[in-house]
């Protein structure tokens, strides 16, 4: 059975105060659920997160972080510095930090193989932009996202992988991709994986779906035999939506 989760991604938002406030909420109404949830506050709030779940089964993961051990890299957060404060999840491959800050799928490998070799968990995330689904290209655009980043691994560490597809022109825009779209890629990831590797490697990895999941179209996403779960942006800053969105699952 693959593993369902629902991830919050809180992006640049909350400050300590607010994050404590958010997660206290969620931790009160938090309902039974298989599923596991996640939330990744930013980097700054990741002590204080840690220290109010305890004892909570909410994970926490980071945004983002380096490849390199330690070093002159100013401003950047490393595996080791993650693992220290008990963060052994991170986020790579954001559509923001693709777009924003020039992560290429080069990039991408080293980081993601930096996190898998302190046995980290890797949320990867991957999606077409609006003009290669209007060309058709979306398939190719998301197989080549996979091959770059993800195909040299050994087949053993896609344990530690968790994928998101987040078409680009869902995020943060209100449009979600249909059900039936999520299904159509989601069934095409896992065969493009079946192929590099085997049906058992394709099989137990979990996809989220991520871009504008609501309480309002989640259960329809998530009821989709390939969809299990969610990477949730602006819906997981407010815990009554979060909430629903866990109950949807
Ligand atoms: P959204 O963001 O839910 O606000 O569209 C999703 C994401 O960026 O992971």
């Known amino acids: 059975m693959r593993t369902k989760i629902v991830a919050g991604n809180w992006k640049m938002n909350k400050n300590l105060e607010e994050t404590e406030a958010l997660l206290s909420e969620l931790s009160a109404k938090l309902p039974d659920t298989d599923a596991e949830v996640i939330v990744a506050p930013t980097f700054v709030n990741l002590v204080a997160a840690q ?3 305890q004892g909570s089964v909410i994970q926490v993961a980071a945004q983002n972080m380096h490849f390199a051990e330690n070093g002159a ?3 950047e957060i490393s595996a080791d510095m993650l693992l220290h404060i008990d963060v052994d999840t991170v986020i790579l491959g954001h559509s923001e930090r693709r777009s924003h800050f020039g992560e290429t799928d080069e990039l991408l490998a080293k ?8 046995d980290m968990t890797v949320i990867f995330c991957f999606g077409e932009e609006l003009e290669e689904r209007k060309s058709e290209t979306h398939f190719s655009v998301v197989e080549s996202q996979l091959k770059n980043a993800l195909f040299d691994l050994d087949a053993q560490a896609w344990k530690n992988i968790v994928l998101a597809y987040e078409p680009v022109w869902a995020i943060g825009t209100g449009e979600t991709a ?3 779209q999520a299904q159509e890629m989601h069934a095409f990831i896992r065969k493009t994986i079946a192929g590099a590797y085997n049906d058992s490697v394709a099989d137990e990895v ?5 871009g504008s999941v609501k309480p309002a179209n989640a259960s329809d996403i998530f009821s989709k ?11 997981s800053l407010k815990s009554t939506d ?4 866990i109950k949807a699952i």
């Open 111 to 118: 980081k993601v193989k930096a996190a898998l070799e302190k």
């Open 178 to 180: 249909s059900p039936e």
């Open 242 to 245: 979060f909430v629903d969105i």
């Open 206 to 210: 979990s996809i989220l779906y991520g």
């Open 51 to 53: 220290r109010s779940l």
């Open 225 to 235: 035999p390939d969809v299990d779960g969610g990477l949730i942006g602006g819906a």
């Open 73 to 75: 890299y100013t401003g």
